[in-house]
C-alpha cells in the first residue's frame, strides 16, 4: 500500500489541490471574482499586445507581404499597443463599458481577417478561441462570472473525484502501478489497434 501511495504520491496531492480549489471557486465573492478577472484580463492583453509588439519587427519582412493594414508590421505595432492599454484600462475602469468595448475590438480584429482570408474555413477553426475570449470580455458581468466560477469550481472537484475513484479502483492491483502511466499506455494501445484495424 506504501508502494502504491509513493507512486501515484502527485495524483494524491494534485487531487486535494483540485478539490481546495474547487471550494474557492464556488465561495468566492463577487467583489474578488471581479478583481480576479481584471488581473486575468490585464495578463491576456499585456501578453498577445506584447507579443504583436514583438512579432511587428520580428516578421517585418513577412508580414509585408499582406494585404490588410492590420495584419502589417505597423497594423500589429498599433494592435499590441492598443491591447496594452486596454489591459490598463480594464483594470482602473472595471466597468461593463469597458469590457464591452475590448471585447467587440477582440471579435472585429480577427472577424475582418476571417472576411479577407482565402481559407476562411481553416482561419475560423485555427482562430475560433480569439472569438470566444471577446465573448467572454462582453459577457463578463458580476452575475455570470460568479456562475462560470461555480461551473469551474463543480468542474475541479468533480474531476478531482474522479482520480480518488481511479486511485481507489487500481489500489489491489499487484504491480502498485503510476495511475497516469497506466492509462496513458492504455490509451496509446487502444489508438494502435484501432490504426490497425483501420489499415486492414
Request: aromatic share 12%; proline share 2%.
Given at each position: 500500500m506504501s508502494r502504491y501511495?509513493?507512486?501515484?504520491?502527485?495524483?494524491?496531492?494534485?487531487?486535494f489541490i483540485f478539490i481546495l480549489l474547487g471550494i474557492v471557486?464556488?465561495?468566492?465573492?463577487?467583489?474578488?471574482?471581479?478583481?480576479l478577472f481584471s488581473i486575468l484580463a490585464l495578463i491576456y492583453l499585456v501578453m498577445i499586445g506584447s507579443w504583436m509588439i514583438y512579432s511587428s519587427f520580428k516578421?517585418?519582412?513577412?508580414?509585408?507581404?499582406?494585404?490588410?493594414?492590420?495584419?502589417?508590421?505597423?497594423?500589429?505595432?498599433i494592435q499590441g499597443i492598443v491591447?496594452?492599454?486596454?489591459?490598463?484600462?480594464?483594470?482602473?475602469?472595471n466597468t461593463f463599458l469597458t469590457k464591452?468595448?475590448?471585447g467587440i475590438i477582440l471579435i472585429i480584429l480577427p472577424?475582418?481577417?476571417?472576411?479577407?482570408?482565402e481559407n476562411k474555413k481553416v482561419y475560423f477553426k485555427n482562430n475560433f478561441w480569439k472569438?470566444?475570449?471577446?465573448?467572454?470580455?462582453?459577457f463578463a458581468i458580476d452575475l455570470i462570472l460568479e456562475i462560470i466560477f461555480i461551473i469551474i469550481g463543480v468542474g475541479f472537484i468533480l474531476f478531482a473525484l474522479f482520480i480518488i475513484y481511479l486511485l481507489i479502483i487500481?489500489?489491489?492491483?499487484?504491480?502498485?502501478?503510476?495511475?497516469?502511466?497506466?492509462?496513458?499506455?492504455?490509451?496509446?494501445?487502444?489508438?494502435?489497434?484501432?490504426y490497425d484495424d483501420i489499415g486492414e
Open positions: 501511495i509513493k507512486n501515484n504520491l502527485l495524483l494524491i496531492i494534485l487531487s471557486c464556488i465561495l468566492i465573492d463577487a467583489s474578488s471574482i471581479t478583481l516578421y517585418k519582412t513577412y508580414l509585408e507581404k499582406n494585404d490588410l493594414f492590420i495584419n502589417k508590421p505597423l497594423g500589429y505595432l491591447m496594452m492599454l486596454a489591459g490598463i484600462l480594464i483594470v482602473i475602469y464591452l468595448i475590448i472577424l475582418i481577417t476571417l472576411i479577407t482570408h472569438f470566444i475570449v471577446g465573448l467572454i470580455f462582453i487500481n489500489y489491489k492491483d499487484k504491480n502498485y502501478p503510476n495511475i497516469i502511466t497506466k492509462y496513458v499506455m492504455m490509451y496509446i494501445v487502444k489508438r494502435n489497434k484501432t
